[in-house]
């Protein structure tokens, strides 16, 4: 089995996350995911310091990528159990896909197939 791509090796819950919902029907999540340089934290307005306009292109160029390529990233929630990782309980898994890019415009529709040119003259015909 081969190893995977990203990774992280322990994630916090900011609350429970309810698989049913009261009346027993599947609860349905949402997941997004971004491409970012991990940036330095500015202390002063406690939030990271924003990407460089080089950093930002190169980001939306791998997500260009991704998409172009078709791919989809695979992801899964295990609950850290034990030492072995072989033996963590798998709580979710599911997969997402790349976005077309917000700026990309819609491919232009193809042009109508242009009607037979009519002979120049009477004498053509």
């Given at each position: 089995?081969?190893?995977?791509?990203?990774?992280?090796?322990?994630?916090?819950?900011?609350?429970?996350?309810?698989?049913?919902a009261?009346?027993?029907?599947?609860?349905?999540?949402?997941?997004?995911?971004?491409?970012?340089?991990?940036?330095?934290?500015?202390?002063?307005?406690r939030?990271?310091?924003?990407?460089?306009?080089?950093?930002?292109?190169?980001?939306?160029?791998?997500?260009?990528?991704?998409?172009?390529a078709g791919?989809?990233?695979?992801?899964?929630?295990?609950?850290?159990?034990?030492?072995?990782?072989?033996?963590?309980?798998k709580?979710?898994?599911?997969?997402?896909?790349?976005?077309?890019?917000r700026?990309?415009?819609?491919?232009?529709?193809?042009a109508?197939?242009?009607?037979?040119?009519?002979p120049?003259?009477?004498?053509?015909?």
């Amino acid at each position: 089995m081969s190893s995977p791509h990203l990774s992280r090796a322990e994630i916090k819950l900011r609350e429970d996350i309810k698989a049913a919902a009261p009346n027993q029907a599947p609860n349905l999540y949402r997941a997004t995911a971004w491409i970012q340089y991990r940036t330095d934290f500015n202390e002063d307005t406690r939030r990271f310091e924003p990407m460089t306009a080089e950093q930002k292109a190169k980001c939306d160029e791998l997500g260009k990528i991704l998409a172009d390529a078709g791919v989809e990233l695979s992801i899964t929630l295990s609950l850290r159990d034990g030492e072995d990782v072989k033996n963590f309980p798998k709580v979710a898994t599911f997969a997402i896909y790349p976005n077309k890019p917000r700026d990309q415009a819609p491919a232009p529709a193809p042009a109508p197939a242009a009607a037979p040119a009519a002979p120049a003259s009477w004498d053509a015909i």
